[in-house]
Nanobody, 115 residues
Framework: QVQLVESGGGLVQAGGSLRLSCAASGSIYSINPMNWYRQAPGKQRELVASIVSGRSPNYADSVKGRFTISRDNAKNTVYLQMNSLKPEDTAVYYC?????????WGQGTQVTVSS
């Protein structure tokens, strides 16, 4: 079983930055990919970024060039650096891992971008 805990969300003005962290209860070395999703009010949850060890990350078109996903396997942590934030980035952000065909989710962290 994998427990995921997100942190780093908050309220920021448009154009600002936030760094989200996702701490896993165990090793993430063999978990690929690790993902960040987000869900805005009234909308479906969407994949924002994913990372596989040793490969280039993938991003949703809406965040390319502004968000950067990274992982530190030694710390069992995945990060999402979010720059040039826009009001439309407002959502609850979730960390996701799939291990042995089981999906694990964190509790989410709220990101609110004011205009």
């Amino acid at each position: 079983q994998v427990q995921l805990v997100e942190s780093g969300g908050g309220l920021v003005q448009a154009g600002g930055s936030l760094r989200l962290s996702c701490a896993a209860s165990g090793s993430i070395y063999s978990i690929n990919p690790m993902n960040w999703y987000r869900q805005a009010p009234g909308k479906q949850r969407e994949l924002v970024a994913s990372i596989v060890s040793g490969r280039s990350p993938n991003y949703a078109d809406s965040v390319k060039g502004r968000f950067t996903i990274s992982r530190d396997n030694a710390k069992n942590t995945v990060y999402l650096q979010m720059n040039s934030l826009k009001p439309e980035d407002t959502a609850v952000y979730y960390c996701n891992a799939n291990k042995w065909s089981v999906d694990y989710w964190g509790q989410g962290t709220q990101v609110t971008v004011s205009s």
